[in-house]
C-alpha cells in the first residue's frame, strides 16, 4: 500500500506553501513528491490530519426575478497571464463557515447579496487539482439580487463581474477561458429548465 512518509516544508508564504513528500510506493520504493498547500505547517495537511475543512468557497449564484442568468467573474489571473472566467471564490477566513465565506466573498468580488440554499451534500467539500495539492473547496449556492458593481474588491484584484444568461454562457464555454470547476457547473446551468438550483430539492 502507498503511504507518505517524511515530508519537509520549502516554502514560507502568506497564501500557498510548497512541501516535499517522501512518496513511498506500495512496492516499497520512495521518491520525492512536491505538493502546494494552503497549510501554513506539516501537520496541518491533509495528508496529516486526514480531515477534509474546506480551504475556500465557490458560489454558484443565480440572478433575476426568472432565475435565467447566472453571476460569474472575469478575472485576470497571473499564472496565466491572462482573463479566466470563473464563479465567484474566495479562502475561508479563520472563525467562518462556508455560508459566511459565501456571503462576504460574493459581496466582496461583486456587490451583490447573496441568499444561501440548503445544499446538503452538494456543499461538502470536494477536492481541486488533486495531483499537485490538497486544497478543497465547498461550493454554495444561492441567489443574488442588487446591482453589480465592483467597489469592495482589493486593489490587487482586476475582476469584471458578468451576469450571463445561457447563451452567453454557451459563447464563453466556446470562447474563452474558463475554469474547470466553473466549466462544469455552467454545462449544468445551460441543459436545465426553470430554476438552476431546483435539481438540491432532490438530492
Known amino acids: 500500500m502507498s503511504k507518505v512518509g517524511n515530508i519537509q516544508k520549502l516554502s514560507n508564504t502568506p ?10 510506493y506500495r512496492d516499497g520504493r520512495c521518491a520525492p513528491y512536491y505538493v502546494a498547500s494552503r497549510a501554513k505547517k506539516c501537520e496541518d495537511l491533509k ?7 474546506a480551504d475556500g468557497v465557490i458560489l454558484y449564484g443565480v440572478y433575476g426575478e426568472k432565475k435565467d442568468k447566472v ?13 479566466c472566467y470563473e464563479f465567484p471564490a474566495g479562502l475561508v477566513e479563520k472563525g467562518e463557515d462556508m455560508l459566511e465565506a459565501g456571503i ?32 478543497s473547496c465547498g461550493t454554495v449556492y444561492g ?8 467597489r469592495h474588491q482589493e486593489a490587487s484584484e482586476d475582476i469584471q463581474v458578468v451576469i450571463a444568461d445561457r447563451d452567453e454562457c454557451r ?33
Open 47 to 53: 495528508a496529516v490530519t486526514q480531515e477534509n475543512k
Open 143 to 150: 441567489y443574488c439580487s442588487g446591482d453589480p458593481n465592483n
Open 104 to 135: 462576504r466573498e460574493m459581496y466582496e468580488e461583486t456587490g451583490l447579496v447573496f441568499t444561501p440554499k440548503e445544499a446538503g451534500c452538494c456543499s461538502k467539500p470536494f477536492f481541486t487539482t488533486i495531483g499537485m495539492t490538497d486544497e
Open 71 to 83: 453571476v460569474l467573474v472575469r478575472q485576470f489571473r497571473y499564472p496565466l497571464g491572462g482573463y
Open 15 to 24: 497564501y500557498l506553501n510548497f512541501y516535499e513528500f517522501e512518496a513511498v
Open 171 to 203: 459563447r464563453i464555454l466556446r470562447e474563452e477561458n474558463v475554469a474547470i470547476m466553473c466549466a462544469y457547473m455552467l454545462m449544468h446551468f445551460i441543459a436545465s429548465e426553470g430554476d438552476p438550483l431546483a435539481f438540491l430539492d432532490t438530492i
